[in-house]
């Protein structure tokens, strides 16, 4: 999997891009990050990449010249893959959108600055833009990192277990159930019974109602759309009248 990002401030990507999983998915050639200088493609002297909006008002906008010329400079000759604009007018990140785009070999990300992107950007280059919640961030760049390290966590052989993304809370449309480790017992909370009896059907078993109740309790919005068998479509209909 291959991204690469369109940033005024390569150097914020450090860290978040050099340590833990994303650097040992790199140095295993599981994934490829490369960060391109917008400013790079600024032809005047001061290398400009915003300026003051016509019809006046606060702020600046990034100038439409460099931004197309970094993105058509990267894209090359490739015309298949997605080129998305980091910017709170787009679709909103979800762990559906990751499994999307998770489905190509390579995405080019444009991180946005300042008052955003001179319309004729959308209009000329880009194909896709995500938001990756309802707020406002100072810029695109904590936005491409997030669906960098959300992305790469479905490359097969990034994450050490083989199916550990599969469940995650919202990739089977649920809230994932409690974890326990060692010890058995801190401060009189127990590790419950099932998860030390080794039998892995009442496990499983456990582990699904889990994450069913705890959808229920933090995010009941989640339910409508997740598929449920008519035995778990019970039970939460046991836990609204307060019978489990």
């Known amino acids: 999997m291959r991204f690469d990002i369109l940033t005024l ?48 008002g606060g702020g600046m906008v990034m100038k439409v010249e460099p931004l197309v010329s970094a993105v058509e400079a990267v894209r090359g000759e490739d015309s298949a893959t997605p080129i998305i604009l980091m910017t709170p007018q787009g679709r909103v990140l979800t762990q559906k959108v990751v499994q999307e785009l998770a489905q190509h070999p390579r995405l080019i990300l444009v991180c946005g600055r300042y008052e955003g992107f001179d319309e004729r950007v959308r209009q000329t280059v880009a194909t896709d833009e995500i ?19 959300a992305v790469s966590r479905l490359v097969p052989g990034v994450l050490g277990a083989q199916w550990g993304a599969d469940e995650d809370s919202h990739a089977t449309g649920l809230l994932e159930y409690p974890h326990y480790t060692k010890p058995p017992e801190f401060r009189g909370l127990r590790v419950p019974d099932v998860l030390v009896s080794g039998h892995h059907a009442e496990v499983e078993k456990w582990r699904r109602r889990e994450s069913l109740k705890r959808t229920w309790q933090r995010r009941p919005d989640m339910l409508l759309t997740a598929e449920l068998t008519d035995a778990e479509r019970w039970y939460l209909a046991e836990l609204a009248k307060g019978n489990s």
Do not use: C, W
């Open 9 to 56: 401030f390569p150097a914020m990507f450090e860290g978040p891009m050099t340590e833990s999983i994303l650097k040992r998915a790199q140095e295993k050639g599981l994934i490829e990050v490369n960060l391109h200088n917008i400013r790079d493609h600024a032809t005047d002297k001061h290398k400009t990449t915003d300026d003051t909006p016509y019809g006046g």
């Open 131 to 149: 938001s990756v919640g309802d707020y406002v961030l100072t810029g695109g760049e904590l936005a491409a990192m997030l669906i960098v390290d």
